[in-house]
């Protein structure tokens, strides 16, 4: 019994130890110079929702929309991160995918504002 304690707080403090990491790495996010347009986006969304009073599907939705950019800032921020570690000289390879991961947010946004057209247009509209 002993011994299942012991490894039961063994992995929980190697969860507490990889949630640390995943914060710093959040903090890291939000250094990024693109993160002060997604932040506000983001507000301006969440205040949009709460004073047009939508839905909780249509608040599904918009948080989705939310993350998936958020979750697409992150993967792009770590290639290039990446990308420039391995490679510190301009390489056209290295910029052709830091370019593919940048489009990855690009998608992310598109998708973000139509699914924010289709929830706020009609209640402006009418």
């Known amino acids: 019994m002993f011994s299942s304690l012991v490894g039961a707080r063994t992995w929980l403090f190697g969860r507490s130890k990889s949630f640390g990491f995943a914060l710093h790495g959040l903090f890291l ?10 932040f506000a986006a983001t507000l ?7 004073c047009a009073r939508i839905s909780g599907v ?10 998936a950019v958020w ?17 510190p000289e301009r390489h056209p390879l290295v910029g052709a995918a830091k370019d593919v991961a940048a489009s990855a947010v690009l998608i992310a946004a598109i998708s973000a504002a ?8 009609p209640r402006l509209a009418g």
């Open 44 to 50: 301006a969304a969440v205040l949009g929702g709460l």
């Open 114 to 121: 139509v699914v924010g057209a289709i929830v706020f247009l």
């Open 29 to 38: 996010l939000f250094l990024e110079s693109n993160a002060k347009i997604h």
């Open 71 to 87: 979750a697409a800032e992150a993967i792009n921020t770590a290639i290039e991160l990446l990308a420039d570690a391995a490679v």
């Open 58 to 67: 249509e608040w599904a939705l918009v948080v989705f929309a939310i993350g």
